[in-house]
């Protein structure tokens, strides 16, 4: 049996004609793709506007530069990739840590009771961790009450809906971003977008990903003038085409990960092994996560993450607690009263979860887990 990993991306011969179609065309870098996809990328989420980036990480720092100022407050998940709070930090803001609810996501309860505290605090950044969205109501709420701006990291979460709502439409926040690397739910190689519903916002964004330059029917042919510090955050032609090719397919590809999740909740029932939630039809599940109470057995988690190795399975760990690495331990952070993030972080681990996942091997890897926890 071939190494499992934890994800995968699944490329196609469409995906590959598309790519080499536009090899073959005049445009490598931005061309006529990098629109068909943020095009076709608003229509799929329900959104105004869309920008597309180089990378998830590039589309969180641009929309921090939009959205953010200076010293700004902004409540902020511990239980995410760096790139999230990394972003605040890009543009001087300050990261405030809340602690996770059950599922994983941001506690909203927790983040209400700061702002009610600290009117100083201008702004939210959750994750939908794994797939789940944030619940949208409470971000309604926590926006008209508060008047905070809100940015939803859905880098996990293409293709997830709650109530109606669907993931990167924006109807209760300020913009959200995507990230298309491999492991996601469809790829761009490295790639990203932002979808907003405000005008203004996304030209701004236009502006930002290409150096701060502005071209205008009165200047000379030559002229462009640069009024804001940017960045190259472009995105090619070439990884646009493939996101094109590979949003299609995306809703068979998400119904393929609900299979999946199916199957593993079905074989962990009543036992040791506790899915993060049930399937419920509002995740698009980028993760599949369980939590373990190792203080009930004779293995460690260490332990559990080399064997499983050993037999060729990629169990990973989403995520070790942000406030606590050493950069951020460096500039204060760490001593945040976190239980609930505590504990996820000694139970939890991500099982293999990606379309080409066969059931024969989703089947060694549930009896392989469930061998080595029965000792
Ligand atoms: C929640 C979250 N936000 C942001 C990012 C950054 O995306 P990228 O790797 O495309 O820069 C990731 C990537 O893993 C992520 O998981």
């Known amino acids: 049996m071939n190494f499992i990993p934890y994800g995968k991306q699944l ?5 590959i004609d598309a790519v080499v179609q536009t090899l073959q065309s005049d445009y490598l870098t931005t061309g006529p793709k990098v629109k068909e996809f943020e095009d076709a990328l608003s229509e799929y989420c329900s959104a105004t506007y869309c920008v597309a980036v180089s990378n998830g990480t590039a589309a969180l720092h641009l929309a921090s530069l939009v959205l ?5 407050k902004v409540l902020t998940t511990p239980n995410s990739f760096l790139a999230t709070s990394n972003s605040i930090l890009y543009v001087g803001a300050q990261p405030v840590f809340v602690d996770i609810a ?5 506690d909203l309860d927790l983040c209400e009771e700061a702002l009610k505290k600290d009117a100083s605090i201008k702004a939210l950044y959750g994750v939908a961790f794994s797939g789940n969205m944030l619940k949208q109501e409470k971000l309604n709420h926590l926006k008209k ?7 939803e ?3 996990h979460a293409i293709g997830a809906v709650y109530n109606n709502v669907k993931a990167g439409s924006c109807v209760n926040s300020d913009m959200s971003i995507f990230s298309f690397h491999p492991v996601k739910h469809l790829t761009t190689a490295e790639g990203g977008a932002i979808t907003t519903n405000s005008k203004e916002l996304y030209e701004k964004l236009l502006v930002l990903r290409n150096h701060g330059m502005v071209k205008t029917t009165e200047m000379k042919p030559w002229e462009y003038e640069m009024r804001e510090l940017g960045f190259n955050y472009r995105i090619t032609d070439l990884q646009c085409a493939l996101g094109v090719s590979q949003l299609k397919k995306l809703p068979s590809f998400i119904e393929r990960r609900f299979e999946i999740v199916k199957k593993y909740d079905t074989a962990f029932k009543n036992t040791i092994v506790k899915p993060l939630y049930t399937f419920d039809g509002k995740s698009s599940y980028h993760l599949y996560v369980v939590q373990v109470d190792f203080t009930q057995l004779n293995i460690t988690k260490v332990e559990l993450f080399n064997i499983l190795r050993e037999k060729k399975i990629g169990i990973q760990l989403h995520y070790m607690p942000i406030n606590k690495q050493p950069y951020y331990k460096n500039i204060g952070y760490g001593n945040e009263v976190t239980p609930n993030m505590d504990i996820y972080y000694e139970e939890c681990f991500s099982l293999p979860m990606y379309p080409l996942l066969s059931d024969e091997e989703q089947d060694y890897v549930i009896k392989t887990l469930m061998d080595i926890l029965n000792g």
């Open 153 to 155: 990291d859905n880098a």
């Open 11 to 15: 490329i196609e011969q469409d995906d």
């Open 145 to 151: 009450s508060y008047g905070i701006t809100i940015l």
């Open 102 to 106: 059950e599922d994983g996501n941001i």
């Open 68 to 72: 953010l100022n200076k010293g700004d």
